[in-house]
């Protein structure tokens, strides 16, 4: 009996460090796969007037990034996303 005891310990620091791995990443670079892009762009773009571009280019560079910032405005938590720029040098991912 006691040679179980370190089981549910064992499977706390498991669990632990899996959710600790999983929100490191969350809002970088990679940290989206690809199916999730337009439920994440949806979101990023819900509280604009430009709502039609606005989901065309997040989600193409939600593509190439796989990454969204959070939050609707703001937020460049991810360098791809943030440094894919216009030919007049002006960001173009919202």
């Known amino acids: 009996m006691a040679r179980l005891s370190w089981l549910p310990f ?3 620091l498991i669990l632990a460090l899996s959710f600790a791995f ?3 990443n969350a809002g970088k670079e990679g940290s989206l796969k690809l199916q999730h892009c337009p ?3 949806d979101f990023r773009c819900s ?3 430009h709502r039609k571009p606005c989901l065309f280019f997040c989600n193409y560079c939600c593509q190439r990034c796989l990454c969204v910032p959070s939050g609707t405005y703001g937020n460049r938590e991810c360098p791809c996303y943030n440094n894919i720029k ?3 040098g002006k960001k173009k991912c919202p």
């Open 10 to 12: 064992a499977f706390f």
């Open 22 to 24: 999983q929100t490191a």
């Open 39 to 41: 439920k994440a762009c």
């Open 47 to 49: 509280k604009t007037h």
């Open 86 to 88: 216009t030919k007049e």
